[in-house]
């Protein structure tokens, strides 16, 4: 059964590879550390790639399928450039 969360901020703190074409990614929430597993992201005409850098605060919802977290929805609250 999936579970989807709505709403969930977070910091990236660690980004890795993950298979041929996803990322792992490490996130500080309110809810503490977790690890999401981002579909694509490695792909360079995937949206997903920009959200999957480490130091950038994201906004998301993800579901629970078998041992993975995986992200939907993500969108860049901050990605502190300045």
């Known amino acids: ?5 709505n ?3 977070g910091l990236v703190f660690k980004v890795q590879a993950y298979q041929e074409s996803n990322r792992l990614l490490q996130v500080y ?3 503490g550390k977790i690890s ?3 579909t694509g992201a490695q792909k360079m005409n995937n ?3 920009i959200l ?8 998301f919802e993800y579901t629970t399928l078998k041992s993975f977290l995986t992200l939907k ?9 300045n």
Do not use: C, H, P, W
């Open 36 to 38: 999401l597993k981002v």
């Open 1 to 5: 059964m999936a579970l989807i969360m």
């Open 73 to 81: 929805n993500g969108k860049i609250i901050n990605d502190f450039k």
């Open 47 to 49: 949206n997903s790639r």
């Open 52 to 59: 999957a850098q480490s130091l950038t605060q994201i906004s």
């Open 29 to 31: 929430t309110k809810l």
């Open 7 to 9: 709403n969930l901020e």
